[in-house]
């Protein structure tokens, strides 16, 4: 038996098929159910103060069953089998959402999530970046890597953006990178840009930028030698390059 004034539960990796029904713990504001057999998110009702939960690797099919968790502030749905966004509708107070490694095909079902500032879907099934648009003014890290992303025209109006993460995908040109000016971070390697001209077009006026991933990419495979410099010249106050620091 648990005492019902447990604050955090951590039941990661421990076979579990099914949240037990009519679980109460009226002062729990954590709980990790990552690395189980779950198959359906329910029998949290009673659970009002949770404010981080855990299902990395599961074997959950469909987002139901947090309607009731309105305090939510961090979601972590990684590694499952989710196809479509939704049913988030109530979690207004949710900062951070983790949705990778899915089979995601669209960005949808975001829309009353106004206070979101974290937003991952690595590793799932996009092909283009729309639906963010009700995020405009609260998302600051986005992640999106690993994906068959071949456009980031869906990224201009999210002008809070600090940190992007758009490699190993499909994209060939940075274009409208520059309407993204708070954006501190950018992760590109391993797509096909291949034209240092749409970087400095794109990018030049992006004083904010201090790091920037372009490893993997024709651009770069192609000039190995010079690649380093053109990106510096291109970006003189840039700090990072890959993974190299830039030595002043």
């Not at 990395?56 to 502030?73: A, C, F, P, Y």
């Not at 975001?110 to 690595?122: A, D, F, G, K, W």
């Amino acid at each position: 038996m648990l005492p019902h004034g447990l604050e955090e539960l951590d039941l990661y990796d421990n076979s579990i098929t099914e949240i037990p029904e009519y679980i109460e713990f009226k002062k729990l504001h954590t709980l990790d159910l990552s690395f189980n057999c779950i198959k359906h998110i329910r029998n949290l009702e009673r659970c009002k103060k949770l404010k981080n939960l855990y299902f990395v690797q599961n074997k959950i099919s469909q987002i139901t069953g947090l309607d009731s968790l309105e305090g939510l502030i961090s979601l972590e749905l990684g590694a499952n089998r989710i196809r479509i966004i939704e049913n988030l509708e109530k979690l207004v107070h949710l900062e951070e959402l983790w949705l990778g490694k899915n089979k995601i095909t669209e960005l949808k079902g975001l829309e009353t999530l106004q206070n979101l500032r974290i937003l991952s879907v690595q590793s799932n099934r996009l092909t283009s970046i729309n639906g963010l648009e009700a995020l405009a003014d609260v998302l600051e890290e986005l992640y999106l890597s690993h994906n068959g992303i071949t456009s980031i025209e869906g990224l201009r109006m999210l002008k809070r953006l600090r940190v992007l993460d758009i490699s190993n995908n499909k994209i060939e040109s940075l274009e409208y990178i520059n309407q993204n000016e708070n954006l501190q971070e950018l992760w590109a390697s391993y797509n096909l840009l291949s034209d240092f001209g749409n970087i400095e077009k794109e990018c030049k006026s992006m004083k904010n930028l201090l790091t920037i991933y372009l490893e993997g990419n024709p651009l770069q495979k192609t000039n190995e030698s010079t690649y380093r410099n053109k990106i510096r010249l291109i970006l003189p106050w840039i700090k990072q390059i890959d993974a190299t620091y830039v030595q002043i």
